[in-house]
């Protein structure tokens, strides 16, 4: 297939080549394990700190309140797995959104399953919009986390963290953010926040797969998911992801750097590639148009159509886009995020997400929204694929 324009980026990242840069030598001469004594060891511990130092600057937090994971979804699950043990044998609920990553509800349905918790999902109001007065209504007498996502992966609505945050600082409940989507997009500070934990992943910001973080305020209300050799401050077991994580520590200091440059130039091509498809198409709604939203996604339900049809139509012309999350590859069935928001199930359906990033051009949006105009009037005028 031709590859004209990657328009996935919330699905993941390409590696920035200063990130490979970065990485090289922890492959190739530094490969020593981080927790040896002898020079070899200690070179790979020093990268393996100066790393973290780079993603606790982007985060906002001190080093010693961050540890490195295998991705943002063992992030969110030793969360919820630490404060579910935390208040066994008492009632404990947690109350999230029913518009998280599967990675929040999936776990939380398992703790369900397995009698130790009770969970609530507060719906975001018709815009996407979590309003904090519908978390609030929800909190209980025995809920012990608020768990909502900075921002979300599908719409890239951000949602108001800091007044939630509030709301449970002020009740004396914990806090977590999901912010696998926002980091390096948007500037958001943990401490700033006053979060008591949040979630990261490398790979949506230019880093390598297979490598996230987690910030807490604590060290105390965290439980390790794996247990060995006391790694990551005794919270994460296992030698560490030396290469990973130092990519994950290269691009968080270029997300710091360019940032506010970045987030500027990738909402302008998201504003002109809506305003292109806008003029080029009927029948199109733009998720949360009016909200403040990710510099580069852009949510579009298309009317008459079915989503994942133009997903494969376009990956033939050479444009990546996904109808939903990436997770759910091969479902039709439309995403619980937007059935939460209440969309008609028959517009959800056709529903898809462009994600643009760092390395998006001009070019290549207007190819796209050409290529997209192309194959949705094809796609209308075939009625075995409506
Ligand atoms: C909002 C959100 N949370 C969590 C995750 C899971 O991150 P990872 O793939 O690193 O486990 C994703 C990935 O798509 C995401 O978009």
Redesign the pocket.
């Known amino acids: 297939m031709p590859r004209i324009a990657y328009l996935d980026y ?3 990242t390409p590696l920035d080549s200063r990130v490979l840069q970065a990485m090289l030598p922890c492959l190739q001469e530094e490969w020593g394990n981080p927790s040896s004594v002898h020079d070899w060891g200690q070179s790979a511990r020093y990268a393996v700190e100066k790393a973290r130092a780079q993603v606790a600057d982007l985060v906002g937090v001190s080093d010693e309140h961050l540890i490195f994971t ?7 699950c030793q969360v919820l797995h630490s404060v579910a043990k935390k208040w066994r044998g008492q009632s404990c609920h947690i109350l999230t959104s029913a518009i ?5 509800l999936r776990s939380l349905e398992q703790l369900h399953q397995d009698g130790m918790i009770q969970y609530s999902t507060v719906l975001p109001e018709h815009s996407g919009w979590i309003d904090p007065k519908r978390v609030e209504s929800m909190i209980r007498s025995d809920t012990r986390l608020i768990s909502i ?1 900075s ?3 599908e719409t890239g609505i951000i949602q108001p963290l800091p007044e939630i945050a509030g709301l449970a600082r002020s009740r004396g409940i914990a806090i977590h953010s ?4 926002s980091l390096g997009k948007i500037n958001l500070r943990f401490d700033d926040l006053q979060l008591d934990f949040a ?6 910001i230019y880093g390598p ?2 490598i ?1 973080a987690l910030a807490f305020r604590e060290k105390g209300d965290l439980i390790p998911l794996l247990h060995g050799g006391g790694q990551e401050m005794g919270l994460r077991a296992g030698t560490e992801n030396t290469a990973g994580i130092v990519g994950f520590g290269a691009a968080a200091a270029l997300c710091r750097e360019f940032l506010p440059e970045e987030a500027t130039r990738i909402t302008r091509l998201r504003d002109q590639f809506e305003e292109q498809l806008k003029k080029k198409i009927d029948g199109l709604h733009i998720l949360g148009a009016d909200q403040t939203r990710l510099p580069g996604t852009s949510c579009i339900c298309f009317e008459a159509l079915l989503g994942t049809y133009l997903v494969q139509d376009l990956a033939a012309e050479g444009i990546a886009i996904s109808s939903g ?3 759910r590859v091969g479902e039709s069935k439309p995403s619980h995020i937007l059935l939460a928001m209440g969309i008609d199930p028959e517009l959800a359906r056709g529903a898809v997400r462009f994600s643009l990033g760092r390395f998006t051009t001009e070019d290549e949006i207007l190819q796209a929204a050409e290529l997209t105009r192309r194959a949705v009037l094809q796609l209308r005028q075939n009625p075995e694929k409506i």
């Open positions: 919330n699905a993941t295998g991705t943002g979804s063992e992030s969110i998280e990553h599967p990675a929040t996502m921002a979300n992966n999901d912010m696998v989507q979630s990261f992943a490398a790979h949506k797969k297979g996230g999350s990436a997770c």
